[in-house]
């Protein structure tokens, strides 16, 4: 009757490879931590530093929007 709501008949698609499926057992928490450990399980420093390297030039960006943004919201907040 509706017809976008059918499965198109064929073979699946392959899954993208760019969004791995998540383990069902592991807490979200754990899968977070195994992304900075090699695959023996050790932890990666290369990979820790450049995440808080990449975290810290975020940061450094959207500083001064937000003081912007700080000082219009008192501009336009009734007194």
């Known amino acids: 009757m509706f017809p976008y709501n059918q499965r198109p008949l064929g ?32 932890w990666d420093f290369d990979k820790i530093s450049q995440s808080i390297g990449q975290v810290n030039k975020i940061v450094k960006q959207a500083d001064p929007l937000v003081k912007q943004m700080a000082s219009i919201v008192k501009k336009v907040r009734p007194k």
């Open 11 to 42: 073979p699946r698609r392959p899954r993208n490879p760019f969004f791995p499926v998540q383990h069902v057992n592991k807490p979200s928490s754990q899968i977070f931590f195994d992304y900075f450990k090699t695959n023996d399980g050790h």
